[in-house]
């Protein structure tokens, strides 16, 4: 496994990945909402308005990616097929390789497995939000690790 800064090439991939990961993690959307979102990440990728970084596997495919906004995690996707393979850890530790320990993310409270897998990775919560980020209906835990 590699980790690669974001090739336009893997584009559409990483939006697959994105949308794989969400309908195994995201229940609670409806599919009005998994497009919406769909929407909004495939041009945030695309704007490069966040850095992305991939996980490349030995065939150099993408099954990973995460998306930063200085030491802010915007996005973290990992294929479903991937899940508990260590692709997730390995994007953490490249981010705290590049941006320091002190590292903040947000995470869908119905987003148990996620939620875990921060906490174990060393991130406590700090505060939760009613809606996300869009003003949706869906409670954000506010995590940060040091």
Same mark, same amino acid.
């Given at each position: 496994?590699?980790? +690669?800064?974001?090739?336009?090439?893997?584009?559409?991939?990483?939006?697959?990945?994105?949308?794989?990961? +969400?309908?195994?993690?995201?229940?609670?959307?409806?599919?009005?909402?998994?497009?919406?979102?769909?929407?909004?990440?495939?041009?945030?990728?695309? $704007?490069? $308005?966040?850095?992305?970084?991939?996980?490349?596997?030995?065939? $150099?495919?993408?099954?990973?990616?995460?998306?930063?906004?200085?030491?802010?995690?915007?996005?973290?996707?990992?294929?479903?097929?991937?899940?508990?393979?260590?692709?997730?850890?390995?994007?953490?530790?490249?981010?705290?390789?590049?941006?320091?320990?002190?590292?903040?993310?947000?995470?869908?409270?119905?987003?148990?497995?996620?939620?875990?897998?921060?906490?174990?990775?060393?991130?406590? $919560?700090?505060?939760?939000?009613?809606?996300?980020?869009?003003?949706?209906?869906?409670?954000?835990?506010?995590?940060?690790?040091?």
């Amino acid at each position: 496994m590699v980790i +690669v800064s974001y090739r336009e090439q893997d584009h559409e991939q990483l939006i697959q990945i994105w949308e794989r990961a +969400v309908r195994a993690t995201h229940t609670f959307l409806e599919e009005h909402d998994i497009q919406f979102y769909r929407n909004m990440v495939g041009e945030i990728l695309e $704007q490069r $308005q966040v850095e992305v970084w991939e996980a490349l596997d030995m065939e $150099q495919q993408p099954v990973g990616f995460i998306g930063l906004q200085n030491n802010f995690i915007e996005m973290l996707f990992v294929d479903p097929s991937q899940h508990g393979q260590g692709v997730g850890r390995l994007l953490i530790e490249h981010t705290i390789e590049l941006k320091g320990h002190h590292l903040k993310v947000d995470v869908n409270e119905q987003n148990a497995g996620a939620a875990q897998f921060y906490k174990k990775m060393g991130f406590v $919560q700090i505060g939760r939000s009613e809606l996300d980020g869009s003003g949706n209906p869906f409670p954000l835990l506010h995590l940060e690790i040091s």
